[in-house]
């Protein structure tokens, strides 16, 4: 089976541990290449088209090119114009019609003032594989800090294969979980100056976080007699974030690719590992599937691919026999209204037998569980 796990980024910056200071390649500004990047799937709906200039490997940004033509095409000669949406991003709603299993599509892109124009190869849309099974395995690992160990849940999913689906997946991943701050307050001071009145924090307590999972995940079974990924690894969640603590659901989009988009994300692997914290590689090096018309010598990054995609989601709740972390957070003791920091609104714990001084109090996010990125509205799908 080949496994190939990335990072999607088109530069990767690897850090150097070692006392051996890493190779910084000096980026000019004469060599920022032009970056699309681009995805087609049959849902209908809004489709994205990026459009930017790269940047310096240790200065990430999104450097975005506006004021492009771009489109879309299939292979009939249907096409079909996106707009700009915001600088570099450009989105068209795309009827049902105009999407199917089985099309190629190919993408064009006119930056100002309009002299050159950029395409893309035909990608074709395949037919997706159904994700047969999706589940975890507690799973021990090694810890940067000597003599401990992580405990957490590593994820799997299962698929067969056909005669009629594409044989290259990759697979994206959200994922979402409930948290509590760490502590209630009954009461609140907001300015100094102000009186000390009562207030509970309950209804801001609990929360519920999504992130995308910040790695992406690969396979093919191109090469495998039976055409069937089994135990197919993808995120794994330790003990050391407080992400299972409650309850974790983990989405899984699963994408069917070509050769052509699977050979691409497969290099961007090679190319990771080769670097290790020295480049043998440009970080820039690796082309994708887009050209000039009338230079194809010319360096472009990005890719754009045609997919068919099906989600599943699984659930953790948390029955394990080990501990997890929970949010990290120190109060402090105030005897009188000076020992308080200024960080308003200060949630307070009162210590006195009938409220008032001493109370505990600390950073908002003690009390707050809004403060770390969560919303206290709980997702349909809980």
Same mark, same amino acid.
């Given at each position: 089976m080949l496994l190939n796990r990335f990072r999607l980024a088109f530069f990767l910056a690897i850090a150097c541990s070692s006392c051996i200071y890493p190779f910084e390649p000096v980026i000019r500004e004469s060599?920022?290449?032009?970056?699309?990047?681009?995805?087609?799937s049959d849902d209908p709906g809004v489709h994205e088209v990026t459009v930017s200039r790269s940047t310096p490997y240790n200065e990430p940004r999104f450097q975005p090119v506006g004021g492009c033509v771009v489109t879309v095409e299939d292979e009939t000669g249907t096409i079909h114009l996106y707009r700009e949406h915001s600088p570099g991003v450009y989105r068209a709603d795309l009827p049902p019609s105009f999407l199917s299993v089985g099309k190629a599509y190919?993408?064009?892109?006119?930056?100002?003032?309009?002299?050159?124009?950029?395409?893309?190869?035909?990608? $074709?849309?395949?037919?997706?594989?159904?994700?047969?099974?999706?589940?975890?395995?507690?799973?021990?690992? !090694?810890? $940067?800090?000597?003599?401990?160990?992580?405990?957490?849940?590593?994820? &799997?999913?299962?698929?067969?294969?056909?005669?009629?689906?594409?044989?290259? &997946?990759r697979w994206i991943l959200g994922e979402t979980w409930e948290y509590v701050s760490p502590y209630l307050g009954d009461y609140i001071y907001e300015y100094r100056g102000a009186p000390i009145t009562y207030f509970s924090? &309950?209804?801001?307590?609990?929360?519920?976080?999504?992130?995308?999972?910040?790695?992406?995940?690969?396979?093919? !079974?191109?090469f495998l007699s039976e055409n069937v990924i089994r135990r197919n690894p993808l995120n794994y969640v330790s003990n050391a974030t407080p992400r299972i603590k409650i309850r974790y659901s /983990?989405?899984?989009?699963?994408?069917? /690719? $070509?050769?052509?988009?699977?050979n691409f994300w497969d290099r961007l692997e090679a190319q990771a590992e080769?670097?290790?914290? /020295?480049?043998e590689t440009q970080p820039w090096s690796i082309s994708g599937n887009i050209y000039n018309?009338? +230079?194809?010598?010319?360096?472009?990054?990005?890719?754009?691919?045609?997919?068919?995609?099906?989600?599943?989601?699984? =659930?953790?709740?948390? +029955?394990?026999?080990? +501990?997890?972390?929970?949010? !990290?957070? +120190? /109060?402090? $003791? !105030?005897?009188?209204?000076?020992?308080?920091?200024?960080? =308003?609104?200060?949630y307070l714990i009162s210590l006195g037998q009938l409220g008032g001084f001493p109370y505990l109090f600390g950073p908002p996010y003690c009390f707050d569980c809004r403060e770390t990125g969560g919303v206290t509205e709980k997702p349909d799908f809980w």
């Open positions: 060599q920022s290449v032009l970056v699309i990047n681009g995805m087609i190919s993408i064009m892109v006119q930056p100002p003032p309009g002299m050159e124009v950029y395409r893309s190869d035909f990608d $074709t849309l395949l037919p997706c594989a159904p994700i047969d099974s999706l589940y975890y395995e507690v799973q021990t690992r !090694a810890s $940067t800090e000597p003599g401990k160990k992580l405990y957490g849940v590593q994820f &799997y999913n299962d698929l067969t294969c056909t005669e009629v689906t594409a044989v290259n &997946y924090t &309950y209804h801001i307590h609990r929360c519920y976080k999504r992130e995308p999972v910040n790695e992406m995940f690969s396979a093919s !079974a191109r /983990l989405l899984v989009t699963q994408q069917s /690719l $070509t050769h052509a988009a699977y080769e670097s290790g914290g /020295l480049y018309t009338e +230079d194809p010598e010319e360096k472009v990054l990005g890719f754009f691919f045609a997919t068919q995609q099906v989600s599943k989601r699984i =659930f953790v709740e948390n +029955d394990f026999d080990f +501990d997890v972390a929970g949010i !990290a957070c +120190d /109060l402090n $003791t !105030a005897e009188k209204f000076d020992d308080f920091f200024d960080l =308003f609104p200060i």
